[in-house]
C-alpha cells in the first residue's frame, strides 16, 4: 500500500511541474450501491440483492494539461448492499418477510485521468476514470428491528465477516460549467474480494456503485 501512496505523490509531483492550471475543490452526492456475490455457496436461492442508498464527500485537486485533467481525490463513502429473503409465493407474487442492509463505510483514494470535450466557452465534458483504493473504518448491519456493528477482519461470525482493503476501477463522465462547478455520473467497480468467509472461503464479494457527483473549484 506504501508502494501506491508513494507512486501518486510522484505522479503529482510531476504533472504540477507541467500543468497549465491547478485547483482545489470539493465534491459530494449520492451512492446507489450493491455487490455482486460469486459463487453463491453462502447465498440460497431464497435470498437476492437490492440496492442501498448512501452518499460520498471528500476533497480533490484538479490538475489540467491540454486536453487532459488529472484528478486524485480523497473522499468519505458509504457503499453495501440489501438483502431480501423470498421465503413464499403463491404462484403469483413472491413475499418478502425478511430484509437486512449492510451499510460499509470507506476512506477512499481516486485518481481519475479525463479527458476534455469542449462544448462551448462555459462548458466542457469530461470523460475517462482510473484506479481506487479504500479502507474501510466501519460496517452496520440493520434489520427492521435491530441493527450491530461488524468489525473488519475480524471472524467473528463466519459468513458476515469481511476484509477492510478494497481497491478497483472508476469510470466518470461530468460535465464542467463556468470553469467552477460539476455535476457528474461515476460508475465504481470492485476488483478486490472483500469475503473473508472462513465458513467458505471460495466466496467472492465485489462491490458495485453508481455515484451521482455534484462539484466546486475554488479558483
Not at 180 to 193: D, E, P, T
Request: proline letters at 4%; glycine letters at 8%.
Amino acid at each position: 500500500m506504501k508502494k501506491i501512496y508513494f507512486l501518486i505523490l510522484a505522479l503529482l509531483l510531476a504533472n504540477s511541474v507541467i500543468a497549465q492550471n491547478i485547483n482545489f475543490g470539493f465534491k459530494g452526492g449520492f451512492n446507489i450501491s450493491t455487490q455482486n456475490f460469486d459463487p453463491n455457496n453462502a447465498f440460497p436461492s431464497s435470498l437476492y440483492t437490492g440496492f442501498l442508498v448512501g452518499f460520498h464527500a471528500g476533497t480533490f485537486v484538479n490538475i489540467e494539461y491540454q486536453s487532459f485533467t488529472i484528478q486524485p481525490g480523497l473522499f468519505y463513502t458509504t457503499k453495501g448492499v440489501i438483502i431480501h429473503q423470498q421465503s413464499a409465493s403463491d404462484g403469483i407474487f413472491d413475499y418478502n418477510v425478511a430484509e437486512s442492509n449492510n451499510k460499509f463505510e470507506y476512506i477512499e483514494v481516486a485518481m481519475n485521468l479525463l479527458y476534455h470535450v469542449p462544448i462551448d466557452k462555459d462548458m466542457v465534458f469530461k470523460l475517462g476514470g482510473g484506479p481506487y483504493l479504500a479502507h474501510g473504518t466501519s460496517i452496520t448491519n440493520s434489520t427492521l428491528t435491530d441493527s450491530q456493528q461488524i468489525s473488519f477482519d475480524a471472524p467473528q461470525a463466519p459468513i458476515n465477516s469481511f476484509k477492510s482493503l478494497d481497491y478497483g476501477i472508476n469510470f466518470l463522465g461530468e460535465m464542467q460549467l463556468f470553469k467552477r462547478a460539476s455535476i457528474g455520473l461515476q460508475y465504481g467497480f470492485g476488483l478486490k474480494n472483500i469475503s473473508n468467509n472462513t465458513l467458505f472461503p471460495s466466496d467472492h464479494i465485489k462491490n458495485s456503485v453508481i455515484s451521482i457527483t455534484f462539484g466546486v473549484l475554488l479558483l
